[in-house]
């Protein structure tokens, strides 16, 4: 089989994209607007890093990657809980041993999926922006930087995987029957870093994901391989405290101090990374459909990017890819019925975890500290422990179970949050419950997994 494909977009989804479709004998073209990453001193001291779960390690299984990538996680068991006062509190993610996620660097992993592409015969490109699509003539044009002159290439069997901004996607949101919205958060996202101890080590816990959360706004940190901890604030654009207001160097330092005392004393660099990181916007891309007969179809972010308050959007992203092969399998190669076969079955999940990212920023941001949420999640783990074949966390749906899908997991835990809720009325400790009629209640109301 000699059919080309070509996908827009080297990031996490394209690169993984392309491998999948290289491995069934595709001729793959891979685009990219950037220099190749893997020639640059990986972001020159900044590390950016990642939680994948389950879900995104199942199709990296699948092309053979799982072992290189277990090479470069670092496990987070559980979230360790910072207060104001410096006291730290873990709190476990699931109740089994199996039941964690992983910090990854983002170039780190990306360099690996660019490396694999190349090494499957992927035609890598780089600088080379797209720059118009036009539909109806069938033709995508992209700048070539290396020499500023323009490529025209055939829009056939193209997989838009050209992340949130994605110039695809707003080509075809044009067409009549086509629709997106992105929702921007009235938050936005600054990273900052604690550095590794002289000797290497870790300054603080390594195997967890830690949160300093403050009702309106949180800090989190997780751990790289060299010691170190991306640092991200997640901060109303406005307001005090706001980014807006966020406005000198003592701001800044006397926001830390006070809100955050014993993570400013980790950051050597505060007031100047501050200022010299970009502040990022957050949103959500929602569009419908995602493909055009045979000829176009979005994936990853380019058709969903989702809040991170659920560390899912790259899972999603390799979901898709998986998704992608299996539909292209089902229909024996028909790229237009498997580009509709794609969205048929992603579109439901990439609404419910966008919704459920959503709801986790509260989570991580305040609920984690009130005796309900303590009460609830004691409760959830007890009727588990019951019936595990019934009730399983919503937390640990998202984050573990790879075999249940995102919208079957936002709708059980919408029972079960209601089944809890009852259960927990007028009640301050899981002895004053009655667990057995709530078990009673999960066994009549939930059917098995
Ligand atoms: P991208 O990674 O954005 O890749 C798109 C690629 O397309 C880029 O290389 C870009 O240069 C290229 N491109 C763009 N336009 C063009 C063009 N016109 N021509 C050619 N190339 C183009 N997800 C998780 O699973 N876990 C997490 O913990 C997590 N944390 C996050 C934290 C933050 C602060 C943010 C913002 C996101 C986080 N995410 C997380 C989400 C994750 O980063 C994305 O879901 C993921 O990167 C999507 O991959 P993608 O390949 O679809 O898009």
Redesign the pocket.
Known sequence: MSETVTI???????SLMAIFLAHRGYSVTL????PDMRLESLHAGRSIN????NR?LRPLRAVGLEDRVREQLVTMRGRMVHDEQGSTQLQPYGQHPWEVIYSIS?PGLNALLLDEAQAAGVDLRFC????QVDLDGGVLA?ADEDDSTTIDLPLRRCIA???????LREALMKRTGFNHSVEWLEHS?K?LCIPAKSDGGYRIDTNALHIWPRGGYMLIA?PNLDGSFTV?LFLPNEGDPGFDSLDTPDHVRSFFHTRFPDAAALIPDLEDAFFANPT?P?GTVRSAPWHLGDQLCL????AH??V?FH???????FEDCLEMDTCLEATEGDWARSFELFFERRKPNADAIADMAIENYAEMRASVIDPRFLLRKQLAFELERRQPDRLVPRYSMVMFRDDIAYAAAQSRGRIQLEIMERAMKGKQRLEEIDIDAVEREVLETLPPI
């Open positions: 827009v977009g080297a990031g996490l989804a394209g685009l990219e607007k950037r990642l939680a994948l779960a995104g983002r080379k922006a797209c720059l992209f995987a050209d992340g949130a901004g994605s110039i996202y990273e997780l991200t990022g957050l994936l990853g972010d380019a990017a989702v991170p560390g899912q959007g790259m899972n999603a992203a």
